[in-house]
Structure formats: structure tokens, C-alpha cells
């Protein structure tokens, strides 16, 4: 009977602790509920908390304000920053505010002779915008962009620096030209016609960017320790790599090879009193095995760079040989006249090594618009030319791989070719003058005599 009891009681206390439970996990929702409907503020809804509250607002709407005005007040210039980092002109940019009179509209042309006064469009102190400068709060901005730069590029910057700051971009393109239209809008305020600012970004066929095409050849890729050769090989940087020779270098050569990494072969000559060269005598028996033996060492290699391993002159004839031979086996040499050099001996070990690179790349864009450039660098200064090279494809330099170059040369070279052959069949000869007229006097027709016809008489 007692046994009886303390189970009943046993079971009565499990039903209460269950219930205990479900009370507490009711009640704990209720808390995350109101928590979550009213954040930042306590349940207890006392005077003291509602002043704070109300204070704490206050200060939310003047930092919102400030940071509008902080907003507008540098969107102009950041704008004008991200356009010129794409190498865009300041004459390609145009602003135009609300406080800019609305474009002129020129009248049309008469369809009909008219024997009154010509109409034209009245004079103004300054020239009209081509944009409506209404059609913003702030400003309108007209862009002119060449063909070679995508749109995407500049409005993928523009709409990152806008959502940074806290706004809406909003982007419209036109299939067809690829033209676009960016208009910023306060978040709060996003279902406004009007928008804060709006950029036109049209393209041209007319404007070009400074710019030009260069290939790099990292030629010490094999001193490299291991965990940096699998960080430069993991780049997608177009570098051309010199295939290391060496026997020591095995498993490297096997890896250019598997990657399908663009790869050259760096060949030696000097003159006759130097060993270590691989050319050094016009002997063509000699000259001939070396290349055949070439292709037997080296398969699938079709690009053979030709440089002198010492400032000695050269026996004359002997780089003419050697391109000779290799051009029977489809191999293309690039020797030191198609070099450019981009830093000397004396800039080894310049701590603005890479600046000096830049410099020179720059330099001799602006001079012939293109090289090919051998590099010898440590992993650091690799690094940082990586990063560096970002900034000028940017601006529209475009980098290629050697044999990417080469066909693009090529390419260039055979429109070229085709453009003068056709400026010169439209070209018209040129007659000399002396004084005659190239008219040839008409000669006077002659008359016919005509026979009457022999009727005899009956």
C-alpha cells in the first residue's frame, strides 16, 4: 500500500516538472518575440527609457543626414577616380548640375525653300549640356568610353563603391551597344523617379586609350623554392616561362609541360673563344646538328630565344644561320633586337626594382606600343609585379604570352598589308601635264557615197 503512494506521488511530480517546463519554454518565446519586435529597447517600458529612445533616434537621423552630405560631397570626385583608373580622360567626362541651364533644342532644318530669314539657336554665355541636367538631384555625368573597354568593367566598380557607401545603383543597358545608364539612389528613398545622380556610359569609335601590348618572360623560374613554384604556376597572370634545362630541374620541366604552360628555351651565342655558348661557330655541319639535335631533346618546343651570352662581337653571319636552320623545322627565334629591355645591372637590386619596370613599360608603350621582355626575379618582386600589372591592364595594356604575342603580331602585320595594298589600287595615277590636251581631236565622219540603184529601162 505504501508502495502504492510514493508512485502516485512519483508520478504526480514528473506531470508538475513536465508542465514547469513547458511554462518556462513559453515564456522564453515570448521573450525572443518581443525582443526581436522591439530591438535595443528594454521590456520595461518606463518615462527614462522612452526620453532615451527618443534621443537615441535624434542622433541616428543627424549622423544620416551628415553622412548624405559627406556623400554628395565627395560622390563627384570618387566617381571621377574610378574613371580615370580605367584610363578614361578628363575631355571624355562631362558634369552637368541642376544649377546648369537644360539643353538647348536646335531647330530643325526647313523642309522646303523659304525665301524668309535662316533660323538659328539663340547665342548663351556657355555652351549648352547635352544631358538635362533635371533629370538628377546632384548631377548628371556623360561618359565617353572606347570600344575597347566593357562597360561591365566600369559599372562593376561604380555599383561596388555606391553599395559601400550605403546607396542603391541601379543599372539599365542597352543590348545592342552596350551602352549604360547608372542611377544612385538613397535606399530610403528608392522608389523616387528622380535619382540622386545619374552616369551615362556611351561607347565611341572614336577616342582610344593609351595603352600597349607587351609579353614577360620569367626566365628563373626554377630557382624558386618548391611552395613558390606552385603559387607562380597557380597565377593567371600571361607570363611565358624560360624551360629550364638542367637535370635537377626534371620535375619541373615535366610540370610546364603537363600545365601546358607557354614555355621558351633560351640558346646562347658568342664567339669562337667561348665554350659555354651553344652557338659559336659558322660551321654549318655544326650548326645544322645542333638544331636537328634540338628537336630530338626537346619536343614540342616551338619558340627558341637567341640571345649573346657576352658583349664580344659575333662572327658576322652567324645569328642569320641559326634562324635559317631552326625556321626549316617550324621553330621561331626571338633574338636581342626583339628584346626589350626593362631595368639594367645596375637596378638588381634596387628596392623599387618593380617601380622601375612599371616606368619602363610605360615609357615604351608611349614610344613603339609594344615589347617582349625577359625578367629575372626573385619570388617577392614576382609578387608584387603581379599586382602592379592589375593596375596597368586596368588602364587597357594588355599582356600575352609569347606565342599569343607572336600571333597577334602577325595578325597586325597582315591587316596592315592588306590596308596599304588597297590605299594603293584606290590611289589614282597621276597624269603629267604638258600643256596638250589629252583629248584626241575627233575625226570628221566620212561621207558614204550612195548608189542609186541599176534599173534598166524596158
Not at 428 to 454: F, L, R
Request: with cysteine; net charge positive.
Amino acid at each position: 500500500m505504501q508502495n502504492l503512494k510514493q508512485s502516485k506521488l512519483l508520478n504526480s511530480f514528473r506531470k508538475k516538472l513536465v508542465f514547469a517546463f513547458i511554462l518556462l519554454a513559453i515564456s522564453i518565446s515570448l521573450f525572443f518575440i518581443l525582443k526581436s519586435k522591439y530591438p535595443g529597447k528594454d521590456l520595461k517600458t518606463t518615462t527614462d527609457s522612452t526620453i532615451t529612445s527618443t534621443a537615441n533616434s535624434n542622433e541616428k537621423i543627424q549622423i544620416k543626414q551628415i553622412d548624405i552630405k559627406l556623400f554628395q560631397a565627395n560622390l563627384d570626385n570618387d566617381i571621377d577616380s574610378i574613371l580615370a583608373a580605367f584610363g578614361i580622360r578628363k575631355d571624355w567626362v562631362s558634369t552637368f548640375t541642376p544649377q546648369q541651364k537644360a539643353p538647348i533644342t536646335k531647330p530643325t532644318a526647313p523642309t522646303a525653300k523659304t525665301t524668309g530669314p535662316k533660323t538659328t539657336a539663340p547665342k548663351t554665355s556657355t555652351p549648352a549640356p547635352k544631358r538635362n541636367p533635371k533629370e538628377a538631384q546632384w548631377f548628371v555625368k556623360d561618359v565617353i568610353i572606347p570600344r575597347d573597354l566593357a562597360s561591365a568593367e566600369i559599372n562593376l566598380d561604380i555599383s561596388l563603391y555606391v553599395a559601400g557607401s550605403g546607396y542603391l545603383p541601379e543599372v539599365n543597358e542597352d543590348i545592342k551597344t552596350k551602352d549604360i545608364i547608372i542611377d544612385i539612389k538613397s535606399i530610403a528613398d528608392s522608389s523616387s523617379t528622380t535619382p540622386l545622380a545619374r552616369i551615362y556610359i556611351t561607347h565611341s569609335d572614336k577616342i582610344s586609350r593609351e595603352t600597349g601590348t607587351f609579353c614577360l618572360i620569367l626566365s628563373n623560374l626554377g630557382d624558386y623554392k618548391k611552395d613558390e613554384i606552385d603559387k607562380v604556376l597557380g597565377t593567371t597572370s600571361e607570363f611565358t616561362f624560360t624551360f629550364p634545362r638542367s637535370l635537377e630541374n626534371i620535375e619541373l620541366q615535366n610540370r610546364l609541360v603537363q600545365l601546358k604552360k607557354d614555355i621558351v628555351i633560351n640558346l646562347t651565342e658568342s664567339a669562337k673563344d667561348n665554350s659555354g655558348a651553344d652557338f659559336t661557330t659558322l660551321d654549318d655541319k655544326d650548326i645544322k646538328q645542333k638544331v636537328k639535335s634540338f628537336g630530338v631533346d626537346y619536343p614540342g618546343v616551338t619558340k627558341v630565344l637567341l640571345t649573346k651570352m657576352d658583349a664580344q662581337p659575333l662572327p658576322t653571319g652567324l645569328t642569320g644561320k641559326i634562324i635559317e636552320e631552326y625556321q626549316k623545322y617550324n621553330i621561331r627565334v626571338i633574338n636581342d633586337s626583339m628584346l626589350t629591355p626593362l631595368f639594367g645591372k645596375a637596378d638588381e637590386d634596387s628596392k623599387d626594382k618593380i617601380k622601375i619596370i612599371i616606368n619602363n613599360i610605360k615609357t615604351k608603350a608611349a614610344q613603339t606600343g609594344k615589347g617582349i621582355a625577359i625578367l629575372n626575379l626573385n619570388f617577392d618582386d614576382f609578387t608584387k609585379l603581379c599586382s602592379e600589372l592589375l593596375t596597368l591592364k586596368k588602364l587597357g595594356y594588355k599582356f600575352y604570352t609569347l606565342t599569343d604575342y607572336l600571333s597577334k603580331e602577325a595578325e597586325r602585320k597582315r591587316k596592315e598589308e592588306l590596308a596599304s595594298d588597297k590605299d594603293a589600287k584606290d590611289k589614282p595615277v597621276d597624269k603629267k601635264v604638258t600643256g596638250k590636251t589629252d583629248k584626241k581631236p575627233i575625226k570628221p565622219t566620212p561621207k558614204v557615197k550612195t548608189q542609186k540603184p541599176n534599173v534598166k529601162k524596158k
